[in-house]
Nanobody
Framework: VQLQASGGGLVQAGGSLRLSCAFS????????VAWFRQTLGKEREFVAA????????YYADSVKGRFTISRDNTKNTVYLQMNSLNPDDTAVYSC???????????????????WGQGTEVTVSS
């Protein structure tokens, strides 16, 4: 499995960005996909996840109502629409995938077998 994250950049507070995670190598719909973020000196933080098959979505409290995760099974891509961005959202965002992860582990980074490289998001005040 290969994951390619893109869409990061510099945006002013209050602005929006859409991240993409392109998936290849296996059957995309068999995989749950999540976004995590990390800043220097801090642990990796769960952002959002979307399950395989049922496409149920899950969010960290810090982004609920502002971020939306979605998947397009025809394009093998997961999106993270980020609105009302603030400087606290500044981080490197990475996508991860798993075909085996269970519901209780969706927010846990160690539950994902495959990771893409990060894409950097910087929100200026």
């Amino acid at each position: 499995v290969q994951l390619q994250a893109s869409g990061g950049g510099l945006v002013q507070a209050g602005g929006s960005l859409r991240l993409s995670c392109a998936f290849s190598g296996r059957t995309f719909r068999d995989y749950s996909v999540a976004w995590f973020r990390q800043t220097l000196g801090k642990e990796r933080e769960f952002v959002a996840a979307i399950r395989r098959s049922v496409s149920n979505t899950y969010y960290a409290d810090s982004v609920k109502g502002r971020f939306t995760i979605s998947r397009d099974n025809t394009k093998n891509t997961v999106y993270l629409q980020m609105n009302s961005l603030n400087p606290d959202d500044t981080a490197v965002y990475s996508c991860a995938a798993s075909s085996r992860i269970i519901l209780s582990n969706l927010r846990v980074s160690s539950g994902y077998e495959f990771w893409g490289q990060g894409t950097e998001v910087t929100v200026s005040s």
